[in-house]
């Protein structure tokens, strides 16, 4: 079941420690405050690419964290989400909204990446951003990205109160990517911890139990963010700052 990795975590929550100091990779205000953002913009993004029929589903940490957390990875600063490159000219016509902007990125390692962001008015920059890899027809698997037997027929996971879609059998595919121990070890990597800390791109250098990485969030104070309002014009509007 999509939900065995999760119980694990919420009983490992109930172990409340003694006061410790919050981690370096953990800041629960800066964190509830960009997660409530990227909620909301995923909300919005998903709303736009099913108006233009465009198909799209969760990958890398944001589909673990959908599995293990509901949601985001509690430490998570990012979206992920994949699509498929021939729809590069829908989705640019998709995002068409005075709140939202879509953008063309570069590449990681071989795969293309776009961004849409989110801004409080036109003329603002955008404050917060998520990615969406772009596959190309072959959808070759990979160490990092699913093939397309992986992928369809989509699935769908709960992402705090999101029907987000996702690959068809996501513990599978987490496990062929991640190696089965995804369920029991949290392995830290955000844009805000590990460049500042000289770390790189390589979660493999914090790697703590899960059991132990909750018990840090919860000390921590850390709070899932909620989803505003079921309907996106509503949830845009509603999203402080």
Known sequence: MARVARVAAMAAMEKVPEKESVPAWLNPTHLHQQQT??????QATLWRFESAGIPCWLTGGSLLGALRHGGFVPHDD???????ERDLEKMEVA???????FRRGGRWKATAVVHVGLRATPKDSCEVELDIF??????LPDKDFPS??????????DFHGLKAPAPKDPQKLLDRLYGPDWRSTAKVWSHDFNPFHS?????????ISLES???????????????????????????PG
């Open 134 to 139: 772009l596959r190309e027809e072959a959808m």
């Open 37 to 42: 953002a990227l909620l909301v913009l995923l």
């Open 95 to 101: 995002f068409d909204h005075p709140m939202l902007v």
């Open 78 to 84: 990012d979206v992920d989400l994949e699509a498929m």
């Open 213 to 239: 990485y909750m018990q840090q969030v919860l000390t921590a104070g850390y709070q899932a963010p909620r989803l505003l309002h079921q309907e996106v014009e509503e949830a845009l509007r509603e999203l």
């Open 148 to 157: 397309a037997e992986e992928v369809f027929p989509l699935s769908w996971l």
């Open 199 to 207: 770390l790189a791109h390589d979660p493999e250098r914090v790697t």
